[in-house]
C-alpha cells in the first residue's frame, strides 16, 4: 500500500512529501485548491501521458515518487512480475518514480532502475487503483461488465485456458482462409501455371550449364587466336631445329658429363632433368589440346541456341542465373501439388478448425457456468449494498446472453437497472442518474477490492451527485473496505465522508510572492473540527456548525 507521496516542482505544487496510512484516509479541500494535482500526480506515475506544463514555472523539472509496503501484496505474483523485467526485487518496499523535464520529455524508473512506460503502468496497475468520474463511463462499455463477473467468478485460470484454445483456433482459421484462397487463385491460374511448368520442365535445366555452355562458346568464338598461339608455343617447346625441350636435355647431358671433375655440376643437372620432365609434359598437352580447339560451325550453333534459351528464361521469369529456374520450377510443383491435393488438404484444415472449435465451445461453456452463477452473485450483493445507499426499491440483474465465440467466451454480459420496482430494468448507463451511476460503481469496487484483495483504492470525487443519509452510507462502505486490510483514499467534498475516515488531509492553496502554491497538510483532531464545520456552513463558521462537526466525528 502506499506509504509516502513525493512531489516536486508539479503545477502549483514546490514540494510536498506526504505519509499515509492503512484503511479509510479522506482528502478535503475548497474547489480548485488543487485536490487534482494528487491525482494528476498520482496518474503520472501509473503511466499518463506527461506534459510540459506540469512542471511549475520556473522549474527545470518536477518528480513524482512513491513508496509502496509490499508485504500486504501477493508476493509470487509482484516477484514474477520483477523478475520477468530485470528488476531488483525487495519483498517489503517498492519506489516508482517519474520524472518530468520542461521539453516534456520524461522518465520513469522502479527501484531507481530505468524502466519503460509501460512497465511502470503494468506494475502501477497491481499496486494501486485510481477510480475517477470518467470511469463512471466505464458502465457504457460490456468489457468493463464482463471483467466485473469474470473477477467475482474468480475464473482467471480457465480464462487463460480458454484465451489459449481460442489462439489456436483463430490462427487455424487464418490458415485454412488463406489456403482457401490460395486455392481459389490457384485455380484460377491453373492453365498459365501448367504451361510455366512446361516450358521450365521441358528445358531440362542443369545446375552448371550455363557456365559451361559460356566458356565453350568463347572458347569456339577465338578458336582461330587459341590454336595459333598453342602451336607457336608447341613449336618453342618442342621445335626440331632449337626446341627448348630439346635443348635442356642437351644442357642436362653436358652437364652430367663433367660430375666427376666438377661435383656442383651434379645438383644443377638434376633440378635440369626436372625441368626436362615438366617441360615434356606441357609440350605433349598443348599438342593434346591443339587437336581438341575446332570451331565447329553446328556444335557453335546448338550452343549459342540452348544460351538463348536460357537467357530469354532468366529475363522471363526474373531471375539470374539457371538455379533461380530450377528453384521457379520447384515453387511451380509445388503449387501445382497443392492444386492436385487442395481438397484433401482443404479437408484436413477444415476438420482442424473444427475439433478446435468444439474444444474452444467446451471451454467457453465451462466459463459462461462460472459467470452465470457470479452474476447471481454480483445481483444480489450489489442490490444489498444499493439498498442502504438511497434506492430501496432497486433491481438490479446481470444478463448473460450467448454469443459466437471471440476472444473472452461466448458471453455477452449486461448490467440491467431500475432504481424503482414498476418500472422496466434496461442497461444501467442508460437510465441511472450520475448519482445512482456514482453508487453503483462504489459497489462495485467494494465487491471487487474484497474478490482480489488490492490493496490500496483512491476514489476522486466517487459521491458525486450524493448527500446527506447516502454519503453516510457510502462513508460506511468506504470505511469497511478500508478496514478489511486495504488502504482507502476518498477525496471528497462533502462533511458526512470526511467525518469518516481514520486520517483526514486538507489541500490548499496560498498566494506567496513567488505566487500560487497548492499544500497538502494532516489534519490534526481540532483542524478536523474547524474542516468539517466549514464543510457545513462555508467560511463563516458557526457554533452549530461546529457542534455538528463534532457529531459527525462521533458516529464514525
Partial sequence: MLKILDIKNFTLIDHLQMQFFPGFSVITGETGAGKSIVIGAIGLLLGNRADARQVKKGREKCIIEATFDLSIYHSDVLKDFFLNN???????????????????????????????????????????????????????????????????????????????????????????????????????????????????????????????????AEIMSHAEDIKRVLHEADQSLYGEESGIVNETRNISSQLHNIESIYPGASELAERLDNCYIELKDISQEISSKMDDIEFDPQRFNDINVRLDTIYTLQQKYHVSDVKGLIDKLAELDSLLNNIDNSDERLKELEQRVERLSTKCEEKANALSALRKTAAVEVEKELSKLLVPLGIPNVRFKVDVKKCALGPTGNDKVLFLFSANSSTEMQPVAQVASGGEIARVMLSLKAMISKAIGLPTIIFDEIDTGVSGRVAEQMAYIMRDMGDAHRQVICITHLPQIAAFGSNHYKVAKHETSEGTISTMTKLNDEQRINEIAQMLSGSDISQAAVDNAKSLLKMK
Fill in 86 to 216: 530485470d528488476l531488483d526485487y525487495e519483498p517489503n518496499e517498492c519506489i516508482l518514480r517519474r520524472e518530468v523535464n520542461v521539453n516534456g520529455k520524461s522518465r520513469a524508473f522502479v527501484n531507481d532502475t530505468p524502466v519503460n512506460l509501460s512497465t511502470i503502468r503494468e506494475l502501477g496497475e497491481q499496486l494501486i487503483d485510481v477510480h475517477s468520474q470518467h470511469q463512471n463511463l466505464l458502465l457504457n462499455k460490456e468489457d468493463f461488465q464482463l471483467n466485473v463477473v469474470d473477477i467475482i467468478a474468480r475464473d482467471k485460470l480457465q480464462l487463460a485456458d480458454y484465451k489459449a484454445a481460442y489462439d489456436q483456433l483463430r490462427k487455424a482459421q487464418k490458415e485454412l482462409d488463406d489456403i482457401r484462397l490460395q486455392i481459389e487463385r490457384n485455380h484460377e491460374n491453373e492453365d498459365f501455371l501448367r504451361f510455366q511448368h512446361k516450358e521450365l520442365s521441358d528445358a531440362n535445366l542443369q545446375v552448371d550449364e550455363q557456365e559451361s555452355l559460356e566458356q565453350a
